[in-house]
Nanobody, 115 residues
Framework: QVQLVESGGGLVQPGGSLKLSCAAS????????MGWYRQAPGKQRELVAI???????NYESFAKARFTISRDNAKNTVYLQMNYLGPEDTAVYYC?????????WGQGTQVTVAS
């Protein structure tokens, strides 16, 4: 049974940073690509970044200069370092992976950027 548990969200001031974590279980982690999505209030869920099984990152344009996705296969954990956060980054951030054609999601972690 695949389980993804996100953590690290919270309230941060504009211009601040947060590092999200996603711990995976029930999956052969090192063989799986991992992704981060987000969903802002009233908006559709959108891709933030993906990291391949061999560690190559891919970012959506809004994330490219400010966010860093990384993984630690020894800890079965994927991270999202977010810098220079703005109010537009306020959203629930979800971790995801894909196994045998099925996508799995965590419960999400709330990120709120406000002064």
């Amino acid at each position: 049974q695949v389980q993804l548990v996100e953590s690290g969200g919270g309230l941060v001031q504009p211009g601040g940073s947060l590092k999200l974590s996603c711990a995976a279980s029930g999956v052969f982690f090192e063989s799986n690509a991992m992704g981060w999505y987000r969903q802002a209030p009233g908006k559709q869920r959108e891709l933030v970044a993906i990291i391949t099984s061999d560690g190559r990152p891919n970012y959506e344009s809004f994330a490219k200069a400010r966010f860093t996705i990384s993984r630690d296969n020894a800890k079965n954990t994927v991270y999202l370092q977010m810098n220079y956060l703005g109010p537009e980054d306020t959203a629930v951030y979800y971790c995801t992976t894909w196994v045998g054609g099925t996508d799995y999601w965590g419960q999400g972690t709330q990120v709120t950027v406000a002064s």
